[in-house]
């Protein structure tokens, strides 16, 4: 923990996090956007904290980031994940953000990138999310690519998914990391998972059916000094999958409204995301629910197999 030191002016790591890193137990970053940002009250709330259970049971440590009054949370307690599914006063934070909340004392909740960030201060190599940002559709035009893909492109670290949002080119997304050296893993499928849906057509790099052989390939690509993530997708279970043709035209629909309303930028997957929910009738809640906790089983058995390698 000695890369910690020099950050007690800015990180809170809570205790039980703190002492599983001391000893080398498997620890598992999870981002708080999704609560604040990605899914409504109480589902959020009952989401992160299923999340947190999943992990426990499995015996592994969880780490919800966030910045609550300018204090960088690596971990949090009950009432920190209210408060962080309850406020309106929560900013959804990338890294160009960081620094402002944590100066003027705001609150933030940690996207990928910045759950990316957070998980690198305190040394957790694993993070689970529900989907990775991307390029954005139009992007040609628009130069609207996630901070996410940067964030993993430069860090150490292994994050657990459901695929790119398929609200985004998931093609493109595919190319940027390509270029970028990140290796994308399918866990148990040869196809890039499209969040709603196990397929998209796109194919991943390689394939792992095991996780102390994916944990392998981590602890090799990291002794080399190959620095950057991999990028580890999961497809949501068939059971709980939704049909392409329902979600993209529920995509198209909501892609318009945003290009009326003028919603660009962070706020763009937020609205879209909610847009979807609406005109599903709330299955794709539902389905987003389903693979979060999916990502978080296998992001679980990922961190044993990686802390037994250490």
Not at 139 to 146: G, P, V
Not at 193 to 206: C, E, Q
């Amino acid at each position: 923990m000695k890369q910690f030191e020099g950050l007690k002016k800015y990180v809170d790591i809570k205790d039980e996090v703190r002492e599983a890193l001391e000893r080398g137990k498997p620890v598992v970053a999870l981002e708080s956007t999704i609560i604040s940002h990605g899914m409504p009250y109480p589902q959020n709330l009952e989401t992160a904290k299923k999340c947190e259970e999943i992990l426990r049971q499995e015996g592994v440590v969880p780490a919800t980031t966030a910045i609550i009054g300018g204090r960088i949370k690596v971990g949090l307690t009950e009432e920190e994940l209210e408060f962080m599914a309850t406020s309106d006063k929560i900013i959804k934070a990338s890294r160009r953000d960081y620094a402002h909340i944590v100066a003027r004392g705001l609150h933030g909740a940690t996207t990928v990138a910045t759950s990316i960030i957070t998980a690198g201060l305190a040394g957790i190599p694993i993070l689970v999310t529900g989907g990775i940002g991307g390029v954005h559709r139009g992007a040609q035009e628009t130069m609207d690519i996630s901070r996410d893909l940067q964030e993993l492109a430069g860090t150490d670290i292994a994050v657990v998914c459901a695929g790119s949002k398929s609200i985004l080119d998931i093609g493109l997304t595919l190319e940027y990391l390509e270029t970028y050296g990140v290796p994308v893993v399918g866990y148990t499928t040869s196809e890039m998972p499209a969040f709603y849906t196990p397929k998209s057509g796109h194919k991943v790099d390689y394939q792992y059916d095991d996780t102390d052989l994916l944990a392998q390939m981590m602890k090799t690509k990291w002794d080399l000094n190959l620095q950057g993530g991999v990028l580890v997708t999961v497809p949501i279970p068939e059971a709980d999958a939704m049909d392409g043709e329902v979600i993209e035209k529920a995509i198209q629909e909501a892609l318009k409204e945003a290009e009326a309303q003028g919603i660009h930028g962070k706020e763009t997957t937020p609205f879209l995301l909610s847009k979807v929910v609406e005109v599903t009738g709330g299955d794709s809640l539902k389905a987003n629910i389903s693979l979060v906790l999916n990502n978080t089983r296998v992001g679980a058995r990922l961190a044993k197999s990686y802390a037994e390698l250490q």
